[in-house]
């Protein structure tokens, strides 16, 4: 697996943006560090093919909704790189099944069979984690080797360079990483997490899939159809 600028399969309005990025000492870093996890035998999550599925899925120019999670899923066949989404036929995991609690309460979408978030991703949600990838079995730990650096790069271009974005940001973790964003220029929306050590404490009642799409529709931009 390599992340090399001259490898990776990145969307080309996103390339346009990031490549930049693949340059630095940071990603040489992160790259050599990946590296040696393989060659370690450790077995990394996603797959390299799907390490940037969230960019590839959601171009650039698309992205109207944002929501920020931490790492992947570190269990077998879950991550495939889109925050909150596992693979079709994998069990729902719980925050995601509170996900779809809130939904139904909100705008009365049935809870989904599956928690495969693609159609999200395919209408302008990206589906974005702090760390993109993970060891198996080892939730964190591949915190500190530089996808923070990246991902905070991401958000920085999406305040910056776009307007009337929604961001939905659940939990402390993601509030924080997106901290800087002009709440002038983009709806910010924030809950605790939809774990279910913390949905209790507001995420359940936030109603905001339907605030989102208000803001949306205010702005003349096409909403998000949330059912899967």
Not at 52 to 57: P, R
Request: charged share 20%; with cysteine.
């Amino acid at each position: 697996m390599s992340i090399c600028e001259y490898q990776i399969k990145l969307e080309q309005s996103w390339k346009e943006v990031l490549l930049d990025e693949f340059k630095k000492d940071y990603m040489k870093s992160l790259r050599q560090f990946l590296v040696n996890e393989i060659k370690s035998k450790k077995t990394i999550y996603p797959q390299g093919t799907e390490i940037f599925s969230a960019f590839n899925h959601t171009p650039f120019n698309l992205v109207k909704v944002v929501i920020m999670g931490q790492d992947p899923y570190h269990g077998p066949e879950q991550a495939h790189g889109l925050s909150f989404s596992v693979k079709p036929q994998i069990p729902i995991p719980p925050s995601l099944f509170n996900i779809y609690k809130e939904l139904y309460s909100d705008l009365g979408i049935p809870p989904a069979n599956h928690g495969y978030l693609i159609s999200w991703a395919q209408q302008g949600v990206l589906l974005l984690n702090a760390t993109l990838t993970v060891q198996k079995h080892k939730a964190g730990s591949h915190f500190g080797y530089g996808w923070e650096i990246f991902t905070d790069k991401v958000v920085e271009i999406l305040n910056q360079r776009k307007e009337k974005l929604v961001f939905l940001l659940w939990g402390t973790p993601a509030q924080k990483k997106c901290a800087q964003v002009d709440s002038k220029k983009h709806l910010v929306l924030k809950a605790p997490h939809p774990s279910p050590l913390s949905a209790f404490r507001g995420f359940f009642g936030c109603k905001h899939f339907s605030q989102a799409n208000d803001y949306l529709r205010k702005q003349g931009i096409e909403t998000i159809d949330w059912r899967l």
